[in-house]
């Protein structure tokens, strides 16, 4: 019986020991200050990451972008201030943006859906409309893809617009959704990604991780009662640049009085050769939120 109850004991503290092994090796498992890096969110399909800690040397490849985006020049009153997470690229009122060069190789070309994702902090925009980030081509006036700010007249909410050119469609070549959401305040940090779904020919926004606006997108008119969707995009293989901050008249050409420079911040600008699934989208913004600036 004494034999048994000291075997029972041994056992007992054999297993308590393993048992504050094993709470320890899971401790350390775990990031211990709880942060995620964002980038390991759908890692395949991440094909360009903009984090604007700093100007880069001219030439230096974008993260993710497999040396196929360079960076070319920093314009006017361009600046890197405190952003989201460490540092972000800020506007101006006056001349001021970002330049980058693409490559012919480069996974934007080849683009049949996507999903772009960022931090934006903007002040309100009472006429006109500012580019916050455009891939040049195609449409000489729009550009290929775009995220910007539109006028917004009223309320404290910022007035969002998406825009794509499709090459391949047969008459509706430029496509765009537009949303003012309480989601989208002024001088506030917000989330925000956006997306074109090929599968379901949808544009979305998406902030914080919520969806907050989709539309279906048409490729032609009605025939026969029956109006083809746009379904997977070609953006055109003729993209050469990439800005932040400015149209691309005001860049090189005659800009119209409305086209403004992006005054707000921008951080942490993620572009994915895929349109993201509503998990991995709460997942992205989960992870960001866990390196975001105290």
Known sequence: MKKLFKISGVLFGTMLVIG????????????????????????T???????????????????????????????????FVTGRRGNGYKGAATEAYLEFNIASGTALKTLDEFTMA??????????????????????????????????????????MKLYLFDSASPAW???????????????????????????????????????VFEQI???DAEVGGVQPK?????LGSDMSKIHFGAWSQQIAGTPES???YFKGIVDEYRIYNKALSATEIKDLYDAEVTQINL
């Open 230 to 234: 746009l379904e997977s995009i070609t």
């Open 20 to 43: 504050m092994v094993l709470t320890s090796c899971n401790k350390d498992d775990n990031d211990d200050d709880g942060k995620i890096d964002p980038s390991t969110i759908a890692s």
């Open 217 to 219: 997108r048409y490729a």
């Open 118 to 159: 960022c931090w934006i902090k903007t002040p309100r925009t009472t006429s006109g409309a500012a580019k916050i980030f455009t891939v040049n081509g195609g449409d000489g006036f729009m550009g290929n893809l775009c995220l910007m700010q539109e006028s917004q007249a009223l309320g404290d909410s910022v007035d």
């Open 173 to 211: 070549k430029g496509q765009d959704i537009r949303k003012q959401s309480k989601t989208f305040l002024n001088d506030k940090w917000f989330h925000i990604v956006s997306v074109y779904r090929k599968s379901t020919s949808t544009m979305e926004f998406w902030t914080n991780g919520v969806k």
């Open 45 to 79: 399909n991440l094909i360009a990451y903009f984090p604007f800690e700093s100007e880069p040397a001219a030439g230096t490849a974008v993260e993710k972008s497999n040396s196929t985006i360079t960076y070319v020049k920093k314009v006017g009153a361009a600046s």
């Open 258 to 260: 409305w086209m403004n």
